[in-house]
């Protein structure tokens, strides 16, 4: 029985159309959403790098395009099932699919090509599952950071996100911020398989808390009360 989805297919648009599709999200973020964005002098000027971002909504992706301005390629979970009115996006936008239930080796090939052409990578490390606090992350971010020697820029959103539909059918602009922090990484892994696990435990446990250092702390989730927290907030001077 196949378990390909209809968004198995799915490929980024071209980078042209992306960088195009780019402005068309900074219009729309102004018109429907009051968007506060800090922190973008921490993104580099060139790639490649990897934005590890917090999934609290499935309308984060447009909102960080409007965030970064620039060519982002997403690593999208294609084994979900998606709205229709949360498809439009992701379909306009295009993507990297990653089937978790029969992984192609055509989504580890993409993130790599992506990176070696010096695009920048968007990844949710949580995965799909929403929630409005952090949870334990995927290990795909620290896999490609540490496969590709690339750094991490740590973004955080929230806002109201959860209800932007209502808030926009009511003629309100909902307020949406959204943290970029300083880059970081990457990591390497030990040479003995058996400890490569343990180590990309504790990376992606690194990531999150720098995650959570851009967001309030109700939202720190897993991670409320870790004290690196204040340390990493200390470093982005935001």
């Known amino acids: 029985m ?3 989805t209809r968004l198995d297919q799915f490929t980024p648009r ?3 159309v992306r960088s195009f599709l780019t402005y ?3 219009l729309l973020g102004i018109i429907i959403a009051r968007i506060i964005v800090r922190g973008r ?9 990897i934005l590890a971002v917090n999934h609290f909504n499935y309308a984060d992706g447009p909102f960080i395009v409007c965030a970064v301005r620039r060519p982002i390629s997403f690593i999208v979970a294609s084994d979900q099932a998606v709205q229709w009115f949360n498809y439009w996006a992701p379909w306009l936008y295009g993507f990297i699919p990653a089937n978790r239930i029969r992984l192609a080796p055509s989504t580890i090939k993409s993130s790599k090509k992506a990176l070696l052409a010096k695009e920048i990578i968007g990844i949710f490390p949580e995965g799909t599952s ?8 995927k290990g795909g971010v ?17 806002g109201n996100i959860g209800n932007i539909w209502s808030f926009i059918s009511q003629g309100v ?17 030990p040479k003995d398989r058996s400890q490569k696990k343990a180590k ?13 250092a851009l967001l309030p702390d109700e939202c720190h989730g897993v991670y409320s009360g870790d004290p690196s927290i204040e340390e990493y907030r200390s470093q982005n001077k935001l």
């Open 2 to 4: 196949s378990v390909r």
């Open 14 to 16: 071209p980078k042209w």
């Open 24 to 26: 068309f999200a900074l």
């Open 41 to 49: 002098h921490h993104l580099p000027k060139d790639g490649p790098f």
């Open 130 to 137: 929403l929630s409005n606090e952090l949870r334990s992350p």
């Open 142 to 158: 620290m896999f490609l950071s540490t496969m590709m020697r690339v750094p991490i820029v740590p973004v955080g959103i929230n």
């Open 173 to 189: 602009r909902p307020k949406i911020r959204i943290n970029i922090g300083k880059p970081f990484g990457p990591y390497s892994l």
């Open 200 to 212: 990309l435990g504790i990376i992606g446990d690194r990531v999150m808390c720098r995650i959570a």
